[in-house]
Nanobody
């Protein structure tokens, strides 16, 4: 059974940083493309970033130069480092694995 478990969400002030983690089990992590999506209140879920099994990354314009996606094959974990956070980054962030697998979501609130 596939499980994606996010952690690292919380409240942060504008300009601050957070790192989200997603621990994967039940899938062959090494060959899966992984990603992060987010959904703000009243909005549709949108892509944040993806990373392929070879480490190639792709970012939405909203997070370019501020967010960094990475993966650790030894830990079956994908990360999202978020810097220079803005109030508009407030959302539930979801981990995604190719094949249609989703985590339960981690709330990130950017507010002073």
């Amino acid at each position: 059974q596939v499980q994606l478990v996010e952690s690292g969400g919380g409240l942060v002030q504008p300009g601050g940083s957070l790192r989200l983690s997603c621990a994967a089990s039940g899938i062959i992590f090494s060959i899966n493309t992984m990603g992060w999506y987010r959904q703000a209140p009243g909005k549709e879920r949108e892509l944040v970033a993806t990373i392929t099994s070879s480490g190639r990354t792709k970012y939405a314009d909203s997070g370019k130069d501020r967010f960094t996606i990475s993966r650790d094959g030894a830990k079956n974990t994908v990360y999202l480092q978020m810097d220079s956070l803005k109030p508009e980054d407030t959302a539930v962030y979801y981990c995604y694995a190719a094949g249609g697998y989703w985590g339960q979501g981690a709330l990130v609130t950017v507010s002073s």
